[in-house]
């Protein structure tokens, strides 16, 4: 694991502390990665919802595309027959 020093404001710092007391973490570098991580993931969210935008429309989910879905998950839900 590499690190990283950051510089914080007195404010911050005690932010900082006062989340990491309040919330349970060992540290405040597990504060951090837990920041960090929550970010990668929204960015990756954002991400997949700006591709889903810029894609071509798909054919509208009315009921008997529900229907078609649910008779699909019964079938492969079905244990084999054995012979």
Known sequence: MSTMNISLPDALKSFVDEQ??????GTSSEYVRELIRK???RLQLRNL??????SNPAQPADTSYFASLRDRVRKAAKPASKA
Request: no cysteine; hydrophobic share 35%; glycine share 14%.
């Open 39 to 41: 970010d990668q993931d």
């Open 49 to 54: 919802l700006l591709t889903g935008a810029a």
């Open 20 to 25: 990491v007391s309040q919330r349970g973490y």
